[in-house]
T-cell receptor, first 117, second 113 residues
């Protein structure tokens, strides 16, 4: 049973380019969360999605950032017109069910380390 | 929203000693408290969690305690080993509505051989 998959593992973009980060949840998991981790800091929530729905995007910057989780395929976090401050590790986590108390564990992917030059 | 404070930020212990990391949370509705271990350059790994209907949970050398009244929870690692060296994060959430995890700022644990 494969864990949470993310790609690419490392991504280098120049200022102004677009970054696309992909996340495939664990088999049987229908809930995806994106977190950002700045160097030597904790993880900060960005967005929570279910298939074809954004449930909570309260942690995501209003501009340049967007996320989706289509019916088919991985979840995608998209950052347009990247700036140096976007350099961070972006982690995706998945959980089996979000609304059942006993099944709320979140398992993390290996992360995508974005460097903006 | 939820706010989680974690202490200490760094902790060094001798191999074989115990380590304790403490967290406090602000939202009394939070009912799920996981702990993650993150080695350098790796993903956060869930090592233990506790729900608000219990006060303590153990898994071999790791234990977590929860005081709902005081709104704090702690991670205890006994008989520490060098491979326990990592950054540990506590988190809190209200699992009933699948809210996001709110993380503490992390504790860098170093186990000295």
């Amino acid at each position: 049973n494969a864990g949470v998959m993310q790609n690419p593992r490392h991504l280098v973009r120049r200022r102004g380019q677009e970054a696309r980060l992909r996340c495939s949840p664990m088999k049987g998991h229908s809930h995806v969360y994106w977190y950002r981790q700045l160097p030597e800091e904790g993880l900060k929530f960005m967005v929570y999605l279910q298939k074809e729905n954004i449930i909570d995007e309260s942690g995501m910057p209003k501009e340049r950032f967007s996320a989706e989780f289509p019916k088919e395929g991985p979840s995608i976090l998209r950052i347009q017109q990247v700036v140096r401050g976007d350099s961070a590790a972006y982690f995706c986590a998945s959980s089996p069910q979000g609304t059942v108390t006993e099944r709320s564990e979140q398992y993390f992917g290996p992360g995508t380390r974005l460097t903006v030059t | 929203g939820e706010n989680v404070e974690q202490h200490p930020s760094t902790l060094s212990v001798q191999e074989g000693d115990s380590a304790v990391i403490k967290c406090t949370y602000s939202d009394s509705a939070s009912n799920y408290f996981p702990w993650y271990k993150q080695e350098l350059g790796k993903r956060p790994q869930l090592i233990i969690d506790i729900r608000s209907n219990v006060g303590e949970k153990k898994d071999q050398r790791i234990a977590v305690t929860l005081n709902k009244t005081a709104k704090h929870f702690s991670l205890h690692i006994t008989e520490t080993q060098p491979e326990d060296s990592a950054v540990y994060f506590c988190a809190a959430t209200y699992s009933g509505s699948a809210r996001q995890l709110t993380f503490g700022s992390g504790t860098q644990l170093t186990v000295l051989p």
